[in-house]
């Protein structure tokens, strides 16, 4: 088992306050760009919208409750159990169907959340190091944060100094680095969940779905005129005209268009990906 106080040599960061006091003030904040802000590229959305339909914040509540937790282990167990919550949470604003289910387990929620890339990527890897430190109390590796291996502690102490710097208080023990954690997977779920509420309900009203439609449509007939700017590879005439392009483009049309062969057109059906009838 590793020494008691080994972790917390590894965050003997400045210390400042109490993490409740700093998000009663509001200055529970990084040193730049946003807490919950992702990059372009790595997920769909990189910035939470606002609440639009002011719901109750029960997060001051959930974060009471849990920093209120006696010893480290229930602590943990806790946090686990209101993160799980919280996914579910998420999971049911995309997707109507989806029912809270006791054979889905955390790592298996999160990983779907993961692979649909709709929130930035570093809050659901906060949720995965909190399940793994709650997994180790349940399994009996561990009693105390304190004793949490450097392949656990050092990715936690990591994103949490990314995420919020390295002056604010939550370096100042163990448990204060885990509970800035546990904000960082509750406060991003639930920042994220107006973000894909709208989402489905622009899909479920159809107005997205139509501008989606119109879209493609615009995108298809683009590659068309693009590939037919270029020229046909090559033409083929059998009293009708085949002219065939790249990316398995063809085009049919009568090769005497004031006197169209009698039997029907035949679509060639090698490397072909789309056939196109002229006049």
């Not at 282990?73 to 006791?102: N, T």
């Not at 793994?132 to 450097?150: I, M, T, V």
Request: aromatic share 10%.
């Amino acid at each position: 088992m590793p020494h008691k106080h080994r972790a917390s040599k590894l965050l003997n960061w400045p210390v400042r306050g109490s993490i409740m006091e700093e998000f009663k003030k509001g200055e529970y904040m990084p040193n730049d760009g946003g807490v919950f802000t992702g990059s372009k590229g790595e997920s769909i959305f990189t910035e939470p919208f606002i609440d639009y339909r002011l719901s109750h914040n029960e997060l001051p509540d959930f974060l009471q409750r849990i920093y209120a937790a006696g010893d480290d282990r229930s602590f943990a167990v806790f946090s686990l159990i209101v993160i799980e919550k919280h996914l579910d949470v998420l999971l049911e604003a995309i997707a109507p169907g989806y029912q809270a289910r006791d054979n889905f387990t955390v790592s298996q929620k999160s990983e779907m959340l993961k692979a649909l890339r709709l929130i930035p990527p570093h809050i659901l890897q906060a949720a995965d190091l909190a399940r793994k430190a709650r997994n180790g109390f349940a399994h009996g590796d561990w009693d105390h944060l304190e004793q949490l291996p450097d392949k656990l502690m050092i990715p936690i102490a990591s994103l949490v100094r990314q995420t919020f710097g390295d002056t604010p208080s939550y370096f100042s023990s163990v448990r204060e680095t885990f509970k800035a954690l546990i904000f960082l997977v509750l406060a991003g779920l639930q920042a994220y969940r107006p973000n894909l509420m709208i989402l489905r309900e622009k899909l479920q009203d159809g107005e997205l779905t139509e501008q989606l439609k119109h879209e493609c449509h615009k995108r298809f007939m683009d590659g068309i005129t693009l590939r037919g700017n270029k020229g046909p590879l090559r033409v083929e005439e059998e009293g009708w005209r085949y002219s065939y392009y790249e990316d398995g483009l063809v085009s049919i049309a009568a090769a005497d268009a004031n006197n169209p062969p009698d039997r029907p057109a035949m679509i060639p059906d090698h490397a072909v990906s789309r056939v196109i009838f002229g006049k």
